[in-house]
């Protein structure tokens, strides 16, 4: 399935070693595990956004303490066969969307790769029954990018980007959650970027304060519900929930919520990070475990 967005349809040495050195500490370090992050990314435009969304991503980030290294699976890039893994020291960005303002064209983010890192990481999900390959050509794409802006503005963190099996399903998805939990455990944060409710089709981009269409606030509840009562096995039942296929035409935006609840803790507590909607229907529900 296409993985750009496309305006005219909506509308109509750093890596290496540092990462090495977050896998290999020395024995005085005492770990904290790391948070595991929902991001509901919405339009690429929030890039350019400074209002409650943007914000509460920056609180998220500054109140996660000592992060190490960030590995990210985005509703836009899937790949079939093997799942790749971004494994360069210096990934590009890719600008995956279409007719946007130039602005949007001309900002930048630049953190480092993690090429020891995706290095384990391939081996944990091919370990876990999930077959996976390193990529040295894939950058990150904007699903990555532009919430990270937000969250860690200073690009200091080490960020790999891992693709969606392609036709995956939820339980495939938390199966790579569930490979990467203990990552959590060495500083590593876990990130789904994707959408709660994400049906461009019925999108209204000519109000961001748009109110809000009842059957999208009718599945956003249903997920908040959920959530509120871990019934994380329930979530992978997603097809019975009200106005699935409205809120969800397509599935990718919504599976990146399965890699995140994959690797879950028991201790861990959900917290909100944000809660919302923009554009009429399209749901920001973001939020993060914590141990």
Same mark, same amino acid.
Do not use: C
């Given at each position: 399935?296409?993985?750009?967005?496309?305006?005219?349809?909506?509308?109509?040495?750093?890596? %290496?070693?540092? +990462?090495?050195? +977050?896998?290999?500490? *020395?024995?005085?370090?005492?770990?904290?595990?790391?948070?595991?992050?929902?991001?509901?990314?919405?339009?690429?435009?929030? !890039?350019?956004?400074?209002?409650?969304?943007?914000?509460?991503?920056?609180?998220?980030?500054? *109140?996660?303490? !000592?992060?190490? %290294? @960030?590995?990210? &699976?985005?509703?836009?890039?899937?790949?079939?066969?093997?799942?790749? +893994?971004?494994?360069?020291?210096?990934?590009?960005?890719?600008? #995956?969307?279409?007719?946007?303002?130039?602005?949007?064209?001309?900002?930048?983010?630049?953190?480092?790769?993690?090429?020891?890192?995706?290095?384990?990481?391939?081996?944990?999900? $091919?370990?876990?029954? &999930?077959?996976?390959?390193? #990529?040295?050509?894939?950058?990150? #794409?904007?699903?990555?990018?532009?919430?990270?802006?937000?969250?860690?503005?200073?690009?200091?963190?080490?960020?790999?980007?891992?693709?969606?099996?392609?036709? !995956?399903?939820?339980?495939?998805? %938390?199966?790579?959650?569930?490979?990467?939990?203990?990552?959590?455990?060495?500083?590593?944060? @876990?990130?789904? $970027?994707?959408?709660?409710?994400?049906?461009?089709?019925?999108?209204?981009?000519? $109000?961001?304060?748009?109110?809000?269409?009842?059957? %999208?606030?009718?599945?956003?509840?249903?997920?908040?519900?959920?959530? !509120?009562?871990?019934?994380?096995?329930? @979530?992978?039942?997603?097809?019975?929930?009200?106005?699935?296929?409205?809120?969800?035409?397509?599935?990718?935006?919504?599976?990146?919520?399965?890699?995140?609840? *994959?690797?879950?803790?028991?201790?861990?507590?959900?917290?909100?990070?944000?809660?919302?909607?923009?554009? *009429?229907?399209?749901?920001?529900?973001?939020?993060?475990?914590?141990?």
């Amino acid at each position: 399935m296409p993985t750009g967005v496309d305006r005219r349809e909506v509308l109509q040495g750093v890596a %290496a070693a540092g +990462v090495a050195g +977050v896998m290999g500490p *020395g024995p005085s370090v005492v770990r904290q595990v790391a948070p595991a992050l929902f991001v509901s990314h919405g339009s690429p435009m929030t !890039a350019l956004d400074a209002d409650e969304y943007p914000q509460a991503l920056k609180r998220f980030g500054d *109140g996660v303490g !000592a992060v190490k %290294a @960030l590995v990210v &699976v985005s509703a836009h890039w899937e790949t079939d066969a093997r799942v790749h +893994v971004t494994a360069m020291a210096a990934p590009p960005l890719v600008y #995956d969307f279409y007719g946007f303002p130039e602005e949007m064209y001309r900002l930048r983010y630049a953190p480092p790769g993690a090429p020891s890192l995706a290095e384990d990481v391939v081996a944990r999900l $091919s370990s876990a029954g &999930v077959p996976a390959v390193a #990529d040295g050509e894939r950058g990150l #794409d904007h699903g990555v990018w532009v919430p990270l802006r937000h969250a860690f503005p200073e690009g200091r963190v080490p960020v790999l980007q891992v693709a969606l099996p392609a036709d !995956a399903t939820p339980a495939q998805v %938390a199966r790579m959650g569930e490979a990467l939990r203990p990552l959590r455990s060495e500083g590593v944060l @876990l990130m789904g $970027s994707g959408g709660v409710v994400h049906n461009l089709r019925r999108v209204n981009f000519r $109000s961001k304060l748009a109110s809000v269409e009842p059957w %999208a606030a009718e599945f956003d509840a249903w997920v908040a519900g959920k959530l !509120a009562a871990r019934d994380f096995l329930g @979530l992978q039942s997603w097809m019975d929930a009200p106005n699935a296929r409205v809120a969800h035409p397509s599935a990718e935006h919504w599976l990146p919520i399965y890699f995140v609840l *994959g690797a879950a803790l028991p201790e861990d507590r959900i917290t909100p990070v944000f809660e919302g909607f923009h554009h *009429g229907t399209l749901s920001m529900r973001s939020f993060a475990l914590r141990a």
